[in-house]
């Protein structure tokens, strides 16, 4: 179940309540905060949670990056980049071109890039044109690493996770998120460890990161408080 909640600092808060959840999570997605709660709760509880949350909410939204997208900008990716151009041929429509390594997102004429609603709609041209590239760069440089590793998934897929980045179901199937395309390939190589590590150990537990570690050459930690400090190039 989904419904607002307003605040008198936040605004607007989206609210999600979920069965089995005990405690209260939230996070920014752009200006809007997202809160994920147990179900049952009342107005009463909601402002309690929020109370208790909101120095460090409040500290995370003065302290978030801000996206900004510029005519002529050029985005570093995994194995490739992308180039923001501009075109007058479609109007209304974004265009997509690919020239080697370098990919071109073209975006109407005149499109205002300061607002919220056009950064989305930049972000989201930029993950449709990675998703195509993320099956030709992404997945055999991800067999390349499980072949080094030793270890053999049943198949590999690509999502469009925001924040989950990877998955492996139990059935062996490894999905890894076209959003992997705006990393750093040593970073796209930890998720792709994690992953594989799953096959061993489908949780957690401290044998899994011991995998995890050994798989990344002793980096696990380096490696996990780098994703964490990645600055995004795109709305999340």
Not at 139 to 158: D, T
Not at 211 to 216: E, I
Request: charged content about 20%; proline content about 5%.
């Amino acid at each position: 179940m989904q419904y607002y909640y307003d605040d008198e600092e936040f605004g607007r808060v989206m609210v999600s309540t979920r069965r089995g959840m005990r405690n209260f999570t939230a996070r920014w997605k752009g200006n809007v905060l997202h809160v994920n709660a147990p179900c049952g709760i009342d107005a009463g509880e909601m402002a309690d949670a929020l109370n208790h949350m909101r120095q460090g909410l409040r500290q995370r939204r003065e302290t978030k990056p801000t996206v900004e997208f510029a005519i002529g900008q050029v985005i570093n990716c995994f194995r490739c980049q992308v180039r923001i151009a501009e075109q007058s041929h479609v109007p209304g429509h974004m265009l997509y071109g690919h020239d080697g390594d370098m990919l071109t997102l073209s975006l109407p004429a005149g499109m205002d890039l300061t607002t919220d609603n056009a950064k989305r709609n930049v972000t989201h041209g930029l993950q449709v044109l990675l998703e195509r590239e993320a099956q030709q760069r992404l997945l055999p440089f991800a067999q390349e690493v499980a072949q080094e590793l030793g270890v053999v998934p049943a198949r590999w897929e690509v999502g469009r996770g925001m924040r989950k980045l990877g998955h492996c179901t139990p059935k062996r199937v490894i999905q890894l998120s076209r959003n992997l395309m705006f990393l750093p390939e040593p970073l796209v190589r930890y998720i792709i460890c994690h992953e594989l590590a799953h096959l061993t150990h489908m949780n957690h537990s401290p044998e899994f990161h011991a995998l995890v570690n050994t798989y990344t050459n002793g980096q696990e930690k380096v490696l996990e408080q780098q994703l964490k400090r990645f600055v995004w190039p795109i709305v999340r």
